[in-house]
């Protein structure tokens, strides 16, 4: 079992290979639950609709990290916490390394705030791997105007600025390199997704769980 998160500027394609794991898993017989952030649990999505309304004025990064980590304790703790604990995989697209580099890394929301409201927020609840898929920030513009166009229906990617953010989530795997994977996001689909199986086999997840898949499932969870 394994908390797995993915991270990445928009266009960087870690949905696609969040999405790819969980299909990999599902294929291994291996109980898995994919998660979304910030739209997972109960009350994520209504969360989200705030966070990308429009309105004379913009939420300020404080409001936004209040509102992302308001969801992201209820997403634990209804979501991730229960799989977890039930010896399932989680598949997370974007988690706590999100909001260091949206909402604090070269922005104005404190350093200690935003350690003292994660702890609270996700407790020992934390990743054991972490992809971060890196591309450039021009190539990612380029990748999201050349996808399709209903992604755009959020408001707020107009005003991200992706340098930043990629220097955030830069900065979050150099402070903790065992659990953070830079992956190049330029290279092909396939190619990424290989990668990101090798990484965890040779961490032992993979081994580990095609041991747990042979086992007889817990009458509980049938």
Same mark, same amino acid.
């Given at each position: @079992? ?17 999405? /790819?794991? $969980? ?5 291994? +017989? ?14 994520? #999505?209504?969360? /989200?609709?705030?966070?990308?309304? !429009? ?12 509102? $992302? ?14 799989? &977890?604990?039930? #010896?399932?995989? $989680?598949?997370?697209?974007?988690? $706590? ?10 922005? /104005? ?16 609840? =934390? ?5 971060? &898929? ?6 990612? &513009? ?24 990629? =220097?955030?989530? &830069? ?12 992956? +190049?996001?330029? #290279?092909?689909?396939? #190619? ?19 041991? !747990?898949?042979? =086992?007889?499932?817990?009458?509980? @969870?049938?």
């Amino acid at each position: @079992m394994a908390f797995v998160t993915f991270e990445g500027i928009d266009g960087s394609g870690k949905t696609t290979q969040a999405r /790819r794991l $969980v299909a990999a898993l599902d294929e291994r +017989d291996i109980q898995v639950v994919a998660a979304k952030e910030p739209d997972g649990g109960h009350i994520g #999505g209504e969360i /989200r609709q705030i966070l990308v309304e !429009q309105r004379e004025r913009a939420l300020d990064a404080y409001e936004e990290a209040l509102l $992302v980590s308001a969801a992201r304790y209820d997403h634990v703790r209804s979501v991730v916490r229960p799989a &977890l604990d039930a #010896g399932i995989w $989680v598949v997370c697209d974007r988690f $706590v390394d999100s909001t260091f580099a949206f909402q604090v890394f070269e922005n /104005r929301v404190a350093e200690p705030f935003f350690d003292v409201v994660s702890s609270h927020v996700i407790g020992q609840t =934390r990743p054991d791997i972490t992809f971060i &898929l890196d591309l450039d920030a021009e190539a990612a &513009l380029r990748r999201r105007d050349e996808g399709d166009s209903a992604r755009h229906t959020d408001p707020a990617e107009a005003h991200r600025n992706f340098g930043r953010i990629r =220097r955030g989530l &830069l900065e979050a795997a150099r402070r903790d390199p065992q659990r953070c994977h830079v992956i +190049d996001a330029t #290279g092909d689909e396939d #190619g990424i997704a290989t990668q990101i199986l090798d990484i965890l086999r040779a961490a032992g997840h993979l081994r580990a769980a095609a041991v !747990q898949a042979q =086992r007889p499932t817990p009458r509980s @969870m049938r």
